[in-house]
């Protein structure tokens, strides 16, 4: 692979948190999935987001989904690689998928929203979902 076919393909598997809230303010068909445990995602989460734990990911748990839209797992952040296993699950199960630069904690670095008992203000959503 050559530096120009590197960068395509990275941006086609990843993005960061700007573009994704772009993309749900201007209602692209994307579904947001938290892959990290219910008690996190419980005490904060990316609104709009779903959560679907990337160790349960599976023809089962994923079988109400449509794989027309794409998907973006997410989760804490640069330490943490359960939006990594989530992403490779989904596309293992045929989904369309990209991975969220930075987690939930770039997420609020960036100064937007998120939902939950921990839950924070910040630049809001408004995707009308």
Known sequence: MDQLDFYQAKLEYETDSWDLSEA???GEDIVVID???PE???EEHIPTSINIPHRTMNG???NHLDKSKLYV???DGIGC???TKGALNMSKLGFN??????GLDWWKRDGYETKGTKGIQGKEINCGC
């Open 81 to 83: 690689n359960a939006s």
């Open 73 to 75: 797992t997410y989760c």
């Open 35 to 37: 892959a990290r445990s």
């Open 40 to 42: 996190a995602y419980a």
């Open 60 to 62: 089962e748990t994923t």
């Open 97 to 102: 998928v990209k991975e969220l630069l930075g």
């Open 24 to 26: 749900l303010n201007n």
